[in-house]
């Protein structure tokens, strides 16, 4: 069910929430935090209440999405709409577009619809602030997640991480290479039990999340990480053989080699942005090796 709630106020919202559930008989109790998305223009908020609906299966939430509106109307106002149901995952989306001088103060809007005693975990699709601790949405939120890949510059925008960086910061970036660092640890883990001398990790360009891979391998290995252009793939280079993980750009099955050893095929598609979303919704304490990621970007050689 969609309600749109034109020219409304923060109490008229809630009274329509409580009526809405009351009605559907909807069980709320058991909402774990709330996630309030912040974006730019409409370009992606289908797209971002699609993921955060698929997210709420697996962590039910209250889904508040801010969108400002035209900042130059001379008075402010509040639009709204409401989605239950279906059409609200495990939970309930509140869309708030902010017209006017109220487009510059989206916290004190979002503030009377936070759960109360849950955590708030703020998210932005289409890129993110320089620094999310500092920004308005960003102080309400123990987690704050970013999307370096939507930027004009992903490569400088994963790169500005670091300076920005506060404890509950992670990136769409780093979770879509989970199940890379997950195979390339555990092949490195088997006979010979070498440490590794070099890693390459080559690619697309604008694509932050090998960025961070480097930055990841950086902080662990003693020895050079390139990162260059070209063919997606990673290779580990240690005394007794050479380590390499590949796969089609648009592919979904990767290839992993090794020296004198039969290669492995194994299911390994692009993550999407709401897989990406469910996972960092896991874990709503400080991501450590995310942030050393991040410093290692510093030490990695780019071709």
């Not at 809405?20 to 996630?35: C, P």
């Not at 370096?148 to 500005?160: E, F, H, S, Y």
Request: charged share 25%; proline share 6%; hydrophobic share 40%.
């Amino acid at each position: 069910m969609i309600v749109d709630l034109p020219d409304t106020t923060t109490n008229d919202i809630n009274k329509k929430i409580t009526g809405l559930r009351e009605e559907g008989g909807a069980i709320t109790l058991s909402r774990v935090l709330t996630l309030v998305i912040s974006l730019d223009s409409d370009d992606l908020l289908e797209d971002s209440i699609e993921a955060a609906n698929f997210a709420s299966r697996e962590h039910p939430c209250r889904v508040i999405v801010v969108v400002p509106g035209d900042r130059g109307d001379a008075e402010s106002r509040l639009d709204a709409q409401l989605r239950v149901g279906g059409d609200a995952g495990a939970g309930e989306v509140v869309a708030l577009r902010l017209h006017g001088e109220l487009a510059d103060h989206p916290s004190s809007v979002v503030l009377p619809f936070l759960l109360p005693d849950t955590p708030v975990v703020a998210w932005w699709p289409a890129g993110g602030p320089d620094v999310p601790a500092k920004d308005p949405l960003g102080r309400l939120a123990i987690r704050r997640i970013t999307n370096a890949t939507q930027c004009g510059d992903p490569m400088a925008a994963i790169k500005g991480r670091l300076e920005g960086y506060t404890a509950g910061d992670t990136d769409l970036a780093w979770a879509r290479i989970t199940y890379w660092r997950a195979l390339l640890a555990a092949a490195v883990d088997q006979e010979p039990h070498e440490p590794i001398t070099s890693a390459l990790v080559s690619g697309l360009r604008e694509e932050p999340s090998l960025d961070v891979l480097a930055g990841w391998l950086a902080a662990r290995i003693d020895g050079p990480v390139q990162r260059e252009v070209g063919e997606l793939k990673v290779e580990l280079v240690r005394g007794g053989e050479t380590i390499t993980l590949r796969r089609p750009q648009k592919g979904v099955t990767a290839t992993l080699s090794r020296t004198s050893r039969p290669e492995a095929r194994i299911p390994l598609a692009r993550r999407e942005t709401k897989e990406c979303l469910a996972e960092d919704l896991r874990r709503l304490d400080a991501d450590e090796i995310y942030h050393e990621a991040l410093q290692g970007i510093e030490k990695v050689q780019y071709a």
